[in-house]
């Protein structure tokens, strides 16, 4: 980390000082002393002290091979006198013996009284040079490259390269559009080598599938013979692929990077909650990429999560409230569908409802709802548990955000354990009435036909799914990019969701279906012990969520910030 | 700063202002008669005469795609067009060569491209920025429609405006 | 009354009517041509041989536009105020002699012996259409229009009023045909070359003649609001001033009402100084209705040249400021025309013929 970089050190003082020159050693930047903890990469350092040295091979999240030459910057060692300490000039500060030959800055750690010029002539010659060499082989297809826009090669070759190229020869061929797994697509000619999606799959994904064979110019990256790159974080090569070889196959030819809005977030699909960027075009989404955040994810996601986004844009989506009119249900208004719901749940006393809660709503969402099964006198509610293999890398066995938030939040205490009372319920006939908010009760065991033969049934959901045309009231609501609300991630994390996209068609979001739903039913825009100022914007429901529950006090939906907020557990930093 | 601007002083005659009118007016009668016996000749016919002929090699007509010497259409669906176009016009969906096409190696292709004429302000901007010179202004220039929809072109329309370019560079070669 | 009467000035109100309105709108197209061969463009050409059906096309399009009343006005005078823009242009008309006979029929609606008052009368109404215009539209750029039309209409009134007294000191009546028979026998006011052309009286008399034509003249333009007069309707500072809410007929009428107001001002100019349907050596209706008609036609092209004048100005000359415009009507001709009464009474008093 960073101590000082700002200020120039006297270097007696610094070194007269034995507290900090045991953890910290001086580094000459650029004519410039600062201070870094031992063990900082020099490449880090620099870019710490404001002078980014460019790089292809090295990423921090992995070993540094340093094998693509990108970084060179020249260096020096205090010059030592006959004593063994560092000769000083006559500023008072040690003379540094500059070498000879350059350096590369990614496999170097700082050390006492090194020197550093990350823009001498002599880099920058190096930098121009490895570019052209670069570049030698590499084909003119940033048209057609789903990397251009956030290419390095593109970038560096504007910084650093030249204008036009001195190579005559023709360019060696290699292969191009090889699938290299069903995630992900290879183009040979564009890899320059740098090795980082080896690494990943070694160090990372524990799935050694990638190398490289033949030499010299005719070097290609390929799968192991047999092998494909099929696991589960295989995308992420793709992100931290410095150029255009890798590509996301469902990405591929979808969007250029420039057209993107990016929305920061976090992924839904597992209790780990990798933190996201969303990448939208005109209200549509395009990609996921991870985004660093070293409590929970480092700088990776697992590709079932980042793929899952598609059935935002499904055509299943529902687009209208509807209530059943006779035998059929027929779109309506939203305030005829709310007052629908409310006057059908009136008829029926706390003990003859039941509520089938999710654990993918945010925390809002389940504060509403048990603020909703208090009002309705509901004492059968519970959320339904989901569970899928996990690893040990970031995939959780939990594939409920928010389950964490449930339980805090007193909507269940152990989720599962009545879902056998609400079935029970039902097929019995004890229950009468069964609100469902975003789970399809068919898959907790029941069928189609004791559904049906409920009096009410109210679904919010954004899917259609086999349960619908059996609810006596629907509230089509919205998916994870399009609200805004927190969870808390199985580690105890409390994050934020941000909007990305706008909600399709008529529907809306879930705290306001529920907060309107309480004000049908209640007629108070609040909660039964009538608090001031009621709810009318999500900040307001968090509010009024936090002056209840300890654990979120003192905080808001801005103050979570981007990377979350711990509120149980330990930061557990990959 | 306030500038002061110092008037001309006028003598008597100046002041009265009527020479000065005389003056005008015969200025203005000059030029009536001249145009009356068709002595000053500016004004085209326009649809009866057209400039055509006369149009410079750099007119900015309706943007267009081009087809080169190989017959394929050069544009490779970068969607730099899109982006640069100031008012929007243009709007790209991009698709996939299958593989056992022609011209597979090019593995990009605009699968839609539409141009808005109604919002195309023939900047050229889109020519200028495209990399793969597939998309050029041409000398169409009286695009009309009855229905906005009409007034969007689209790929088919684009390249039938556009025909063959010759003389491009030919980049996807197998050589190359 | 005898039906003979009725009749017959019936039947000159429709003749008249017509051929002033079919001149209004030939007025406008010439307005537009020669304005285009002035700025060296072609000007409207399309519709029929040289583009002559234009006129006809455009009233076409006025009338079946949609006429459009905007929420925010006075309805009635809204209403009102076209109609209060063409009516007075067109009856001034009545008194004016047009012709000298035909079938011993005079060629003048009404021969009535307060001419003059007559047409000042009637033609300060017009004012009106702009005022109440500007006002009912109830919108800024209208209302400055109308305020502006207000004080230079009243300013330059004056100057026109003062303008004519000499005429009318020389011949003693205000009767507009008495004005044409005076100037048959004298000579015409501004060019006495007939009658006793000879007699150095009337050369004198012709200075003040003059400076009252220039004077009434300018006073005309700034009454039919035309450049450099027209900052009631400047398009550059005030949209389109009094009419810019204006639009269909409605607009129509106060475009063409300005057209009618030329004529109309032409006539007056042609019959007070320019010897009206007179025109040397061509004897009058007495000696057969073909002479008749064609002093009707002198008559008709002595407006029409004053016309092209009107136009020609229009197209020569920038529009004034407005302070320039008061001081012009005040400062100016309000002088020159109140001293050229003194000259006129002077020559009249201690030069007798
Ligand atoms: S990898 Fe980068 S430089 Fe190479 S084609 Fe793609 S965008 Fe262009
Ligand atoms: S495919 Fe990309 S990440 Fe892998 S070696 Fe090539 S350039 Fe590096
Ligand atoms: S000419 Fe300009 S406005 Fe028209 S499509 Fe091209 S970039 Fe867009
Ligand atoms: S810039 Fe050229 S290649 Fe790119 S999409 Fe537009 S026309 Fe096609
Ligand atoms: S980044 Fe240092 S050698 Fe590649």
Redesign the pocket.
């Known amino acids: 980390m960073l101590v000082e970089h700002e200020q120039e050190h006297d270097y007696e003082t610094l070194m007269a000082d034995p507290a900090t020159s045991a953890q910290l050693v001086n580094v000459q930047i650029n004519g410039v002393w600062h201070q870094f903890p031992k063990g900082t990469r020099l490449i880090e350092a620099c870019e710490q002290a404001g002078s980014y040295i460019p790089r292809?091979?090295y990423h921090k999240k992995l070993t540094s091979p340093g094998n693509c030459r990108m970084c060179l910057i020249e260096m020096g060692l205090p010059k030592m006198g006959p004593d063994r300490k560092p000769e000083l000039g006559e500023d008072g500060k040690p003379v540094i013996n500059w070498m000879p030959r350059p350096q590369i800055s990614c496999a170097q750690d700082v050390s006492e009284g090194l020197g550093v010029r990350t823009d001498s002539p002599l880099a920058q010659e190096c930098r121009k040079g490895v570019m052209e060499f670069l570049l030698i082989n590499h084909p003119l297809d940033c048209p057609i490259c789903d990397q251009a826009g956030e290419c390095r090669l593109q970038e560096f070759s504007v910084e650093y390269g030249n204008a036009e190229s001195r190579f005559l020869e023709n360019k060696v061929k290699k292969p191009k559009n090889i699938e290299l797994g069903p995630r992900v697509t290879?183009d040979d000619e564009?890899?320059?080598?740098?090795?980082?999606?080896?690494r990943f799959c070694q160090e990372i994904a524990h799935d050694d599938v990638?190398g490289?064979i033949d030499r010299g110019s005719h070097s290609v990256?390929t799968a192991h013979p047999g092998k494909r790159l099929e696991n589960n974080y295989s995308l992420n090569?793709v992100d931290?692929?410095?150029?255009g070889?890798?590509t996301s196959s469902d990405f591929r030819f979808q969007m250029r990077v420039w057209f993107l809005k990016e929305t920061k977030s976090f992924c839904t699909s597992c209790a780990t909650g990798c933190n996201t960027i969303i990448g939208t075009r005109q209200d549509a989404i395009y990609r996921q990429t991870p985004r660093e955040n070293n409590a929970v994810n480092s700088s990776w996601m697992c590709d079932y999560g980042r793929l899952n986004f598609g059935y935002l844009q499904s055509d299943k989506r529902l687009l209208q409230p509807e209530i059943l009119s006779g035998d059929k249900l027929i779109a309506a208004e939203w305030n005829v569908a709310i007052t629908h719901a409310a006057v059908q749940l009136k008829h029926f006393s706390g003990w003859e409802i039941a509520i089938l809660a999710s654990g993918r709503m945010t925390n809002e969402e389940l504060w509403l709802t048990s603020r909703l099964a208090k009002i309705l006198g509901v004492e059968l509610i519970d959320i339904v548990p989901r569970q899928g293999p996990g690893d040990d890398i970031l995939l959780s066995t939990d594939r409920n955000p928010n389950m964490n938030g449930a339980q805090i939040l007193g909507v269940t205490r152990w989720p599962g354990a009545r879902l056998r009372d609400i079935t029970d319920g039902i097929i019995s006939g004890r229950v009468k009435a069964l609100v469902a908010l975003g789970e399809n009760p068919i898959e907790i065991g029941l069928t189609f036909a004791q559904l049906q033969a409920l009096p009410a049934f109210v679904v919010m959901n954004l899917l259609e799914d086999e349960s619908i045309s059996a609810a006596t009231a629907v509230l089509p609501s919205f998916g994870f990019a399009e609200k805004r609300g927190s969870m808390i991630n199985g580690k105890g994390r409390l994050q934020r969701l941000n909007r990305s996209v706008r909600g399709p068609g008529e529907a809306r979001d879930d705290w306001e279906i529920l907060r309107d739903l309480i004000q049908a039913y209640s007629g108070q825009n609040s909660e039964t012990d009538s608090r001031p100022g009621g709810i009318h914007s999500i900040e307001d429901v968090f509010r009024q969520m936090s002056e209840s529950f300890p654990q979120f006090a003192g905080l808001s939906l801005s103050k979570i910030g981007d990377l979350g907020v711990q509120i149980f557990g330990t930061e557990a930093t990959r | 700063m306030a500038i002061t601007v110092s008037r001309p002083k006028l003598n008597w005659s100046e002041r009265l202002y009527l020479p000065a009118i005389a003056a005008g007016m015969a200025i203005t009668i000059k030029h009536f008669k001249n145009m009356l016996f068709g002595r000053t000749k500016v004004t085209m016919q326009y649809p009866e005469e057209k400039w055509d002929s006369h149009m410079p090699e750099h007119y900015r007509g309706a943007p267009a795609l081009v087809r080169d010497d190989t017959g394929r259409v050069r544009c490779v669906a970068c969607q730099l067009c899109e982006f640069i176009c100031p008012p929007r016009a243009i709007k790209i969906i991009p698709g996939e060569i299958p593989a056992g096409d022609r011209f597979a190696k090019v593995e990009k292709f605009p699968h839609e491209f539409d141009i808005d004429m109604i919002r195309c302000i023939y900047c050229g901007l889109c020519e200028e920025v495209c990399p793969e010179q597939a998309i050029y202004l041409r000398k169409d220039y009286a695009i009309t429609g009855f229905t906005r929809a009409d007034m969007v072109h689209n790929k088919e329309k684009l390249l039938e405006i556009g025909g063959v370019m010759h003389g491009v560079v030919l980049k996807w070669n197998e050589k190359k | 009354m005898d039906y003979f009467f009725l009749t017959i000035s019936l039947v000159k109100i429709v003749a008249l009517l017509a051929v002033v309105l079919g001149m209004m709108n030939y007025t406008v197209y010439a307005e537009r041509r020669i304005s285009a061969l002035i700025q060296d463009r072609l000007g409207p050409n399309r519709v029929g041989p040289a583009g002559l059906f234009q006129p006809i096309a455009d009233a076409a399009k006025f009338l079946l536009k949609e006429d459009f009343t905007p929420g925010h006005v006075n309805k009635f005078y809204y209403w009102l105020a076209p109609c209060l823009a063409m009516i007075p242009a067109i009856t001034t008309l009545a008194v004016v002699p047009f012709g000298s006979t035909l079938f011993g029929v005079p060629m003048v609606i009404a021969d009535i012996n307060v001419g003059v008052l007559f047409v000042f009368a009637i033609a300060s109404l017009g004012v009106y259409g702009i005022v109440i215009a500007g006002w009912s539209s109830n919108s800024k750029y209208p209302f400055l229009g109308g305020v502006r039309s207000t004080s230079q209409m009243i300013s330059y009134e004056l100057s026109l009023g003062l303008a004519v007294i000499p005429v009318f000191l020389l011949i003693g009546q205000l009767r507009l045909s008495e004005v044409v028979r005076y100037q048959i026998e004298h000579g015409w006011m501004i060019a006495p070359f007939v009658g006793d052309w000879a007699n150095p009286h009337k050369w004198l008399l012709a200075i003040p003649m003059m400076i009252s034509f220039v004077v009434f003249t300018i006073a005309i333009f700034a009454e039919t609001n035309r450049l450099p007069f027209d900052l009631p309707e400047a398009e550059t500072e005030l949209v389109g001033g009094y009419h810019t809410e204006y639009g269909s007929m409605k607009f129509g009428l106060f475009f063409l009402g300005e057209y009618v107001a030329m004529i109309t001002g032409s006539a007056i100019i042609v019959t007070l100084f320019l010897g009206g349907w007179h025109f040397p050596s061509i004897p009058d209706g007495s000696h057969g209705w073909g002479w008749g008609l064609v002093n009707i036609f002198i008559f008709f092209s002595k407006v029409a040249v004053l016309l092209f004048v009107f136009i020609w100005v229009r197209w020569t000359l920038p529009r004034f400021r407005y302070d320039q415009l008061m001081r012009l009507g005040w400062v100016f001709f309000f002088e020159i025309a109140l001293a050229n009464i003194f000259l006129a009474a002077i020559i009249l008093a201690y030069f007798p013929q």
């Open positions: 292809y091979c290879l564009r890899c320059i080598l740098c090795s980082r999606c080896i990638l490289f990256l090569t931290i692929c410095p150029v070889a890798l």
